[in-house]
């Protein structure tokens, strides 16, 4: 469901990741494209790249979409979208993009910050007035600033088995009480960075309470619709399906191991944090509507990618860092330079976003939580990674 979970998984395999420089290639080539504007690049290490995440067991299918620096598109995909009849998977499908979500609650916070309606560094409990209660924590005491860049010290909420979970419905309060009813994960608010969806709650009842209207509707209204963003969508009340065309997700099964179909369930458990679905085109033309200014000004853009060092190695990598924002990450990349987006891990997809300074943007997804697979954190990075660099 969320970064925090490839975090964890990181830190337990002691890989270096994108810090290791042992990317696939540099090159890319095209598979298959809707947009009229392709690319057509000299060599195809994308796509191999893709395969051999298919090759390697990471998932039954995978996509990427990439818009390189002047606006041309180029989709990719290899793998299967049905393992029952082996359909191809479509290119630029809609897919759950899970914690992607987050850095359109965060811009949805920061656009109230622009139009002067909230401040970063007010307490949160200014706008969810007793709200924030438990042991170690206390909304008088925590910042709007230290929801959106996770130092709050609020602990998650649980997230048991997809099994469990699959057909229920939360409201944001069912799991604001899981949440509550554990310790703080800091003592100490903006001390140190702990990852936690229940941050991502908050931020998305806050919008909430100042605007007077659903975060769903203030995200399509001032974000999707601002900018142009027709494949993207906050799944309404019950709707467990994804829009078509769509590759089918899937999960090892906990007993036999064998993928397992799990594209239908209900995303309300991501809420703010996590309930989103799109394609990989349109999440890059929300990472090019941002940086260029359309949804928030640019001083506040700066204020978002103003991000403080994190370990997903942990003890074992400190070499390896990266950059928390406000609901984006900066991500250090081996040709050198930072890209900004994020990524989102949930039951049935794992998908990774970001946008270089220079306008090249890259979605790349698999049909499967690549966390549970050995070296699957790994692999998915590293052709995130090869798909940034490409061209420079």
């Known amino acids: 469901m969320s970064t925090s979970t490839t975090e964890k998984s990181i830190a337990r395999r002691g890989i270096a990741l994108l810090a290791a420089c042992t990317m696939i290639g540099l090159a890319v080539v095209g598979v298959r494209s809707a947009d009229p504007a392709v690319a057509k690049p000299p060599k195809d290490t994308i796509q191999v790249s893709l395969n051999e995440l298919v090759g390697a067991g990471v998932a039954p299918g995978a996509f990427a979409s990439v818009r390189d620096r002047t606006g ?24 759950r993009m899970a914690s992607n979500t987050k850095m359109y609650a965060a811009v949805a916070v920061l656009q109230l910050v622009d139009d002067g309606k909230v401040r970063l560094d007010e307490p949160i409990e200014t706008y969810l007035p007793g709200l924030v209660r438990g042991t170690g924590f206390d909304g008088r005491t925590i910042t709007v600033r230290q929801v959106l860049e996770h130092t709050s010290g609020l602990p998650g909420y649980d997230l048991p088995h997809v099994f469990q979970w699959r057909d229920r ?51 399509t209204t001032r974000i ?3 900018a142009g963003l027709r494949q993207t969508y906050w799944p309404g009340v019950g709707d467990q399906s994804i829009r078509k065309p769509h590759a089918n997700g899937y999960l090892p099964h906990p007993e036999t191991g064998k993928w397992t179909e799990i594209t239908r369930l ?42 403080k060092p994190f370990y997903p190695g942990g003890e ?60 699957g954190v790994f692999r998915v990075l590293d052709a995130f990674d090869a798909a940034l660099c490409a061209g420079r």
């Open 169 to 219: 419905y939360f409201e944001p309060r069912d799991l604001l009480d899981s949440a509550f009813a554990k310790e703080a994960t800091s003592p100490v608010p903006g001390a140190t960075m702990q990852y936690s969806n229940t941050n991502y709650i908050l931020a998305g009842l806050l919008v909430q309470k100042v605007t007077g209207r659903p975060i769903s509707e203030v995200i």
């Open 266 to 307: 209900d995303p309300s458990i991501g809420g703010a944090a996590g309930q989103m679905i799109s394609t990989p085109s349109d999440l890059n033309r929300f990472l090019v509507a941002l940086q260029n200014g359309k949804l928030i000004k640019p001083a506040t853009l700066a204020q978002m990618r103003a991000g």
């Open 316 to 375: 074992d990598l400190p070499e390896l860092v990266w950059h928390y924002g406000l609901g984006t990450i900066g991500f250090e990349l081996s040709c050198g330079g930072r890209a900004w987006g994020h990524g989102g891990d949930i039951d049935g997809y794992s998908s990774r976003t970001a946008i270089t300074t220079d306008g090249r943007a890259v979605t790349l997804v698999v049909t499967a939580d690549s966390s549970p697979v050995p070296d």
């Open 224 to 226: 999707l619709d601002r």
């Open 72 to 95: 041309r598109v180029t989709h990719y995909t290899a793998g299967v979208a049905d393992l029952r009849t082996r359909g191809k998977v479509p290119a630029d499908g809609y897919f």
